[in-house]
Structure formats: C-alpha cells, structure tokens
C-alpha cells in the first residue's frame, strides 16, 4: 500500500516537473482525472474503433484507458513530442501501441477515433490550424475527434472543421469540457 502511495506521489511530482520545464507544451499542472479520461472514451463506439490515435498523451493516462477499451486488433498511435513522456508511453509494452515523437500535424491515414489532450490555446495559431486541419483530413466519414480543453475559447477554431457537442466535466482539476466533433463540411 505504501510503495503504490509512494509510486503515485512520484508519478503526480514527475508530471509537475514536465508541466515547470515545458508550460506550453503541457497544458496543465495535473494529470487527468478517471473521470475525464472515462468521458472521453465512452465517445466512440468500440466494436468498430479499429485505427485510433492520441494526440499529446503526455504521461499516459488517457492512454491506459484507451488501451483497457480498445480491441485487440485494434491499432493506437500515440502523439507525443516530449521525448522524456514518449519514452515512458514506450516502457508500456502493449503492441497495440506505437509512440510517435514528432508534431500532431504530422497525423496522416485514416482513424475512426482520433483522441487529444492538447493545449489548443497554447498553440501558435498556424500551428493549431495544421493540427485542426490534419485532423479534420485524418478523421473518417464516420469517425469521431475527442478533444478535451479547460475552457471554451476554442470553439471557434473547432466550428471551422467539425460540428460538435460539448460536455462539462468538473470532477477533474480544473473542470474541463469534452468535444465530440464529426466532420463537417470541406473546411
């Protein structure tokens, strides 16, 4: 009981660490909650997510969650550009799972769910519009776009490329919103 207490303290420190070393990239100065990570994932229909991808997975929370739903055919590309979290993600061992050090505006293939905990808002906006595009291009006919974000600041960028629904999670610090976007019209 002691050593998993000890494991967690260290885990939360070490992602306050990267959070200090890396504003920008991380977004937030704690890991998502359960509760986050469980409305995000009841997004998509899991008998059919065969492709999915994760973008920023930082120190792999969602990702768990994602691997513990997934099918075991089923293919995760995991999208993290700090290279200390992506070889933590790598230490998982899941051969489902392939860690990608390189930009989320590289995504490219086709995914039924495509899953993101990037901080949108702290993007260059160039930048934030390659992700949004990449995604609106790497998405599905019928596939589904999470994104999670602490505020709605964002739903103007969002509207550009997928009609979405929006769900308040405040069992997670901060509260955060949850979009389910489809593809729209040709942005």
Known sequence: MLASAFTLMRAKADFIHQ?????RKMGSVTPSSATLCRAMSDSVCWNSALRVAELGAGDGVLTRHLLERMLPQAQLDVFEINAQLAD???AREDARMQVLTCSAEYLNGEYDAIFSGLPLLSLPPA???????????????????IQFQYTS?????????FIW????????LPPAWVYRCTR???P
């Open 127 to 145: 930048l934030r519009d390659r992700i949004l595009r990449a995604v609106f291009n790497a998405i599905g006919e019928d596939g589904v776009f």
């Open 165 to 172: 629904q929006r769900q308040r999670v405040l069992k997670n």
């Open 184 to 186: 729209s019209y040709a």
């Open 19 to 23: 959070f200090i070393r890396h504003p």
């Open 153 to 161: 600041a964002t739903q103007p960028d969002l509207s550009r490329y």
């Open 88 to 90: 933590k993600l790598r």
